[in-house]
């Protein structure tokens, strides 16, 4: 069971270029999400979906495009990369709440990324 | 903006009790208290979410007042691989279907001293 798995861990970029970050879970979670942290920052929201074929922004969704295909995976695109884009991205999933009644967060190891 | 408020650092030596302070005073009925820690720059690990009772796993116990304005994670004997960022958290609702989304503020750094 591997849980969360980001791909690439690592990607160095030029302004301008385009990339896609790869998340994916092995757990059915219907919820995943693409967070964003910056140094002594913690995480904002980019983008989320609640199930297969639906995104919905979150907080800092500018610049970023998604896409879930796929109930396991979820895509984060960027299309035209700039400096303020350089952080760490986290992708996480969780299963439906209303069946849990809380809403535990599987995260994974994050994706740095460095635009230059 | 987080919901919570948590102090920026904390030490604790090791083998003692690391306590981790939260106030939440504008949590409603039914939203639910999480910790997490992150380690490093690794993606942040759960630790412990409880609502109204206070709650005990493996890892840690959670101390809800009665008035759930405030918690307190308790970490019984801390070693240094708990050296952290902690994280508590209350959720908010998202407005696309029955979801929510944890806000993350900056946590707690936690250092675990020999």
Redesign the interface.
């Known amino acids: 069971n591997a849980g969360?798995t980001q791909t690439p861990k690592f990607r160095v970029l030029k302004t301008g270029q385009s990339m896609t970050l790869l998340c994916a879970q092995d757990m059915n979670h219907e919820?995943m999400?693409w967070?964003r942290q910056d140094p002594?920052?913690?995480?904002?929201?980019i983008h989320?979906s609640?199930?297969e074929g639906?995104t919905?922004k979150?907080e800092v969704p500018d610049g970023y495009n998604v896409s879930r295909l796929k109930k396991q995976n979820f895509l984060l695109g960027l299309e035209s990369a700039a400096p303020s884009q350089t952080s760490?991205y986290?992708c996480?999933s969780t299963s439906?709440?209303?069946s849990s009644?809380?809403?535990?967060?599987?995260?994974?190891?994050?994706s740095r990324l460095t635009v230059l | 903006d987080?919901k919570t408020t948590q102090p920026p650092s904390m030490d604790c030596a090791e083998g003692r009790a690391a306590n981790l302070p939260c106030n939440h005073s504008t949590i409603s009925g039914n939203e639910?208290v999480?910790w997490?820690r992150q380690i490093h720059?690794?993606?942040?690990?759960?630790i412990i979410?409880g609502?109204k009772n206070n709650e005990t796993n493996e890892m840690a116990s959670l101390i809800i007042t009665e008035d759930r304005k405030s918690s307190t994670l308790i970490l019984p004997h801390a070693t240094l691989r708990d050296t952290a960022v902690y994280?508590c958290i209350v959720?908010e609702e998202?407005?696309?279907?029955?979801?929510?989304?944890?806000?993350?503020?900056?946590?707690t750094k936690l250092t675990v001293n020999p």
């Not at chain 1, 002594?40 to 929201?45: A, E, Q, V």
């Not at chain 1, 009644?101 to 994050?110: D, H, K, M, P, S």
């Not at chain 2, 720059?41 to 759960?46: D, E, I, K, N, R």
Request: hydrophobic share 35%.
């Open positions: 969360v919820y999400y967070y002594g920052m913690g995480l904002r929201l989320y609640v199930g639906t919905a979150g760490v986290f996480a439906d709440r209303r009644g809380a809403n535990v967060l599987t995260f994974g190891a994050g | 987080a639910y999480y997490y720059s690794q993606g942040p690990q759960y979410h609502l994280y959720r998202l407005p696309q279907g029955g979801s929510e989304k944890l806000v993350f503020g900056k946590g």
